[in-house]
């Protein structure tokens, strides 16, 4: 056997894997999308069907704002845990990221003990103000479940690139006369962008498709993920159901590549 | 070019010392006076205090409790660094990576509100001034070592500062554009005219560009002086072997002689010691015939460096001596010589360490 053909057959198992866990179900969940009975106009009815389109702008928008959410407390939260020492510091890292050992259904039975009918929150208001407060149910509970989710992940990345920073920037910016908001602004905030997008672009993807706490919630809630679970299930709609799958993922890829190209000259920038 | 504020203001340091909260002791108390204007040189190895006390000068840190900083004898201890309108080199540069190299060294007065306009104005005359034309809308990371040490000396007088103060600036470069912009600050220093505080590690930068040099070590002040006091009359055996080369000797002295193993080595005075450490340079040190000096041994080995021969020679004191000869005198190894050495060129150190 000559080198080349060598090479060319240990490539082989990556091919077969590709094709059977990748290409083969994307295009069968493709194909599927357009077998309904509106074929490929299935794919526009994503953004055309009102209920659809509502739906899929309250996904992006719900991501977003976890995405926001989670960046500006893991942000604070990573910069003062990196850049302090105290008593418990460690154990309060590890306890940070426990979290991260929960599956969605345990986050959103977490946040039904929390703001549940029977759930903390609605004890301490009824007690206070004479009325319940629930909102585990709502979209306010995933965004509170995906929160949860995404900070210690993001506290993490933000930590490290943290860690990686040279102060030296920041006492060159004070040099020069610059107070602490225009440090922040000027350098550490610049400095952090890489970091920001791949944790941020973490924290998107995950509430855009996470599953598991919208489910736990209740079924109702108007997001993808769950719409694609009741056309799917409950409609037997495969067709609408496949499309809608497509749709999720092109529209997360397409807002992750856009945020990439877009920190790829923030990072080129920032040297 | 002139400052806005004339040259610069005169700095005191006095009784500052600085223990970090690890317990760690930087700096011992120390006490300095800087002139208006007056470069001073901070050298000493690493870990000697040089870079905690620039810091402490800077505003970078807080003396311990007792120790006070002055600009113009006015007290700044409780002022941070953004107040105290200082311009700072850092060893690394600490460039800003996501700006131009025109918005660099606009920062400062981009911070103080100044103007576009005359803000464009100032950079263009600093631009000029360190040599970086044509780099202005350069990213950081598209310039070289040497341009980056520019734009940061550069942003730092942009400001008019009335104290620049520089941690290494010449450190991260290789020896040959070292010494090439070694000559370059030292005129602009010069030009500039500002009270400037340096720091470095190495002595020929010290010697270059300071009026007066603070030799540290250990947290403490070995010796403060201008370059040549500090080279010909060091005050201690670590500031003798610090600064440039230096031949330690360790012997009695009978009658203002030295008694060496090849010979009695008059010296100024005629004392008595037990035991004397004398400094000996070794440019001091005159090759002569055999038996035409007091002094005499045999050459080890000889180096020819170009502008000058260096030669160990055994058999004259306990340890080797190394001379520094003319590069045309004839000599080879194994050869027996005279040294002839002036008695003012021999120079008693304490016995401490």
């Given amino acids: 056997m000559s080198q080349k053909s060598f090479v060319w057959s240990c490539l082989l198992p990556l091919v077969m894997v590709t094709a059977a866990f990748f290409l083969l179900p994307m295009v069968r969940l493709v194909v599927t999308g357009a077998e309904g009975p509106q074929g490929f106009a299935a794919y526009l009815a994503i953004l055309i069907e009102p209920r659809y389109r509502a739906t899929l702008i309250n996904t992006v928008l719900l991501a977003a704002a976890t995405t926001g959410v989670t960046l500006i407390v893991a942000t604070i939260a990573g910069m003062f845990l990196q850049r302090h020492r105290f008593p418990g510091r460690a154990v309060l890292i590890a306890m940070l990221t426990f979290p991260l050992a929960f599956p969605g259904v345990v986050v959103g039975f977490m946040i039904i003990l929390l703001a549940g009918r029977q759930g903390l929150i609605g004890d301490l208001s009824s007690r206070v103000f004479g009325e319940k407060l629930v909102f585990a149910y709502s979209i306010y509970g995933l965004f509170l479940g995906y929160l949860y989710f995404s900070i210690p992940r993001v506290i993490l990345t933000i930590m490290a690139a943290v860690q990686k920073l040279d102060t030296g920037l920041e006492e060159a910016a004070r040099s020069l006369g610059a107070g602490p908001w225009a440090v922040q602004r000027d350098v550490v905030l610049p400095a952090l962008a890489p970091a920001f997008v791949a944790s941020g672009a973490i924290a998107f993807a995950t509430a855009m498709g996470a599953f598991g706490t919208a489910f736990t919630l209740a079924t109702n809630i108007d997001v993808l993920p769950m719409l694609i679970y009741t056309e799917f299930t409950l409609a037997a709609n495969f067709a609408t159901a496949a499309a809608l799958s497509v749709g999720l993922g092109l529209i997360t890829w397409l807002i992750l590549a856009l945020a990439r190209s877009f920190s790829g000259s923030a990072v080129a920038a920032a040297g | 070019m002139s400052t806005a504020n004339g040259h610069g203001a005169s700095v005191s340091v006095q009784a500052c010392g600085k223990t970090f909260a690890d317990g760690t002791r930087a700096l011992e108390s120390a006490t300095l006076d800087i002139a208006r204007g007056e470069t001073l040189v901070l050298l000493g190895p690493s870990g000697c205090g040089k870079t905690t006390m620039l810091r402490i000068i800077a505003g970078l840190e807080l003396p311990d409790e ?28 600490a460039l800003f990576p996501n700006m131009s190299v025109a918005d660099n060294i606009g920062y400062g007065l981009k911070v103080r509100g100044v103007p576009r306009q005359e803000r464009a104005a100032r950079i263009a005359e600093l631009v000029a001034l360190t040599n970086i034309a044509g780099l202005e809308n350069r990213r950081i990371d598209q310039l070289s070592g040497g341009q980056r040490q520019r734009v940061a000396l550069a942003r730092a007088v942009a400001i008019r500062p009335r104290i620049l103060l520089l941690d290494e600036p010449l450190t991260a470069l290789d020896a040959a554009l070292r010494d090439r912009l070694r000559g370059e600050l030292n005129r602009l220093l010069r030009a500039l005219g500002i009270t400037t505080i340096y720091v470095t590690h190495d002595q020929a930068e010290a010697m270059e560009l300071g009026d007066r040099i603070v030799v540290m070590r250990k947290g403490t002040i070995a010796q403060i002086g201008t370059p040549r006091e500090i080279y010909f009359t060091p005050r201690n055996r670590f500031v003798a072997e610090f600064i440039g080369a230096a031949n330690i000797i360790e012997s009695p002295v009978e009658d203002g002689h030295l008694v060496l193993s090849g010979g009695r080595q008059p010296l100024r005075s005629g004392i008595n010691l037990a035991v004397a450490v004398a400094m000996i ?73």
């Fill in chain 2, 66 to 93: 007792g120790g006070t900083v002055l600009f113009d004898g006015k007290d700044v201890t409780s002022e941070p660094i953004e107040q105290r309108n200082v311009g700072m080199v850092f060893q690394s540069y």
């Fill in chain 2, 281 to 353: 340079r070794p440019e001091t040190i005159q090759v002569v015939e055999a038996g035409r000096a007091p002094l005499s041994g045999t050459i080890d080995s000889v180096s020819f460096v170009g502008d000058r021969q260096r030669l160990v020679i055994s058999g004259t004191s306990r340890k080797p001596l190394t001379v520094d000869a003319p590069n045309a005198v004839q000599v080879r190894p194994g050869e027996e010589v005279g040294l002839l050495v002036a008695p003012e060129s021999v120079r008693l150190l304490p016995l401490e360490d």
